[in-house]
Structures are given as C-alpha cells and as structure tokens.
T-cell receptor
Framework: GDSVTQMEGPVTLSEEAFLTINCTYT??????LFWYVQYPGEGLQLLLK?????DKGSNKGFEATYRKETTSFHLEKGSVQVSDSAVYFC????????????FGAGTILRVKS | NAGVTQTPKFRILKIGQSMTLQCTQD?????MYWYRQDPGMGLKLIYY???????DKGEVPNGYNVSRSTTEDFPLRLELAAPSQTSVYFC?????????????FGQGTRLTVV
C-alpha cells in the first residue's frame, strides 16, 4: 500500500475556520515525518517536522503531532487565512525507503475571505 | 541567496524530441534530487545524487538520464520525449540525505509533450 496517505482535497474553508488535514503513514521503526507546503507557482518548502514519537512540530500557527500508536501526523491550524491557500504535502523519511523523502499525494487548501 | 534554480519554467516538446532541464544550487549541498509531480499522485523520485560523480535511480527513472559533474549542477535529460512525460518537474537539494535536514526545492519546470 501507499507509504503516506493524505485526505483528498480540495478542502475549502472560510477565513478563521479550523483546519485539519489528515495524514497516516506506513513504516516500521521510527520514521521522520514532515509537512511541506507549495504556494501557487512555487516549489515546495518545509513547513514543519517531527523526528520522534510524541514530538510536536509547529510553524506559522500550524501544528502536527507524531502519533506512533495511530501512525498519524495530522496537520492543524486554529484559524486559517486566505494566504494559507496552497497545496500541503505530508512526507516521511525512513531507512526502509532508503532515507529519501516519500511524499503523499498532496491536499489542496482553498481559504475564502 | 538564490537557493535552487531551475530552467526553463515552461516548455512544450514534440514527441521524440529531446531536452535538458537545468538545475543548480548555491548552498554547497551534497544531495540533489529530481522529482516529477503528477496531479493527485504527489511527487515521485526520478533520480538522485549523493555527490559529484555519483548518481542513482529513484522510483521512476525510465526515459530519463542525469549527470553530476559538479556539486552545484544536476541536469535532467529527456532523450525521446513521450506524452507520459508531461508533468511538472522539481529539482531539490539537501545537506544530508532524506529527512535529516530540510530539502530545498526549485520553482519547477512545467513540461508538456504533444
């Protein structure tokens, strides 16, 4: 099966709404987990990461907690802005995948004013 | 600080034509990568390099070739373009492999093969 599975988009929210984008992974051991963001017309850039179980990555108001028991790394933000409209990619790095980044399919987020 | 620079940004090729996608980075990173991004499919690794003179295949290498003669440059070559190679291509670099450190991406090359 897929090594990284994200919820399908697009996700459309109004400004100041709460955001959750689900991400689950398949890997043995303890992979490193990431969220990358791609703004329109740009390349991907790292949003946040977590390298061990129960770690919380955070940046720009976004958070994600590494849950080993549920193999999940869901992305959350309490109050989204129009400027958060982008594509969000969950990714992992693990020895069984040669320590290279493996990406999910991406989730489009559209925030309306 | 330029980071990772890709050229061209857009290109239309006819079936059977060849082209080289250029990628250069100014961060002295050893690791460089080429990905393709297809709608709904995320990013797939085409080729990667762990240093000058060393390259290796990724998940989807067929139809592509790479070289790494310098630390800075990592061009991707398409020899006989096919419609299946229509995609957005991203070059990336990192100081260490995979997720140990942040990967930096170029802005992408949108390629259409007709």
């Amino acid at each position: 099966g897929d090594s990284v599975t994200q919820m399908e988009g697009p996700v459309t929210l109004s400004e100041e709404a709460f955001l959750t984008i689900n991400c689950t992974y398949t890997a043995t051991g303890y992979p490193s987990l990431f969220w990358y963001v791609q703004y329109p017309g740009e390349g991907l850039q790292l949003l946040l990461k977590a390298t061990k179980a129960d770690d919380k990555g955070s940046n720009k108001g976004f958070e994600a907690t590494y849950r080993k028991e549920t193999t999940s790394f869901h992305l959350e933000k309490g109050s989204v802005q129009v400027s958060d409209s982008a594509v969000y990619f969950c990714a992992l790095s693990a020895m069984e995948y040669g320590n290279k980044l493996v990406f999910g399919a991406g989730t489009i987020l559209r925030v309306k004013s | 600080n330029a980071g990772v620079t890709q050229t061209p940004k857009f290109r239309i090729l006819k079936i059977g034509q060849s082209m080289t996608l250029q990628c250069t980075q100014d961060m002295n990173h050893n690791y460089m990568y080429w990905y393709r991004q297809d709608p709904g499919m995320g990013l797939k690794l085409i080729y990667y390099s762990v240093g000058a003179g060393i390259t290796d295949k990724g998940e989807v290498p067929n139809g592509y070739n790479v070289s790494r003669s310098t630390t800075e440059d990592f061009p991707l070559r398409l020899e006989l373009a096919a419609p299946s190679q229509t995609s957005v291509y991203f070059c990336a670099s990192s100081y260490e492999q995979g997720g140990r450190t942040e990967a930096f991406f170029g802005q992408g090359t949108r390629l259409t093969v007709v």
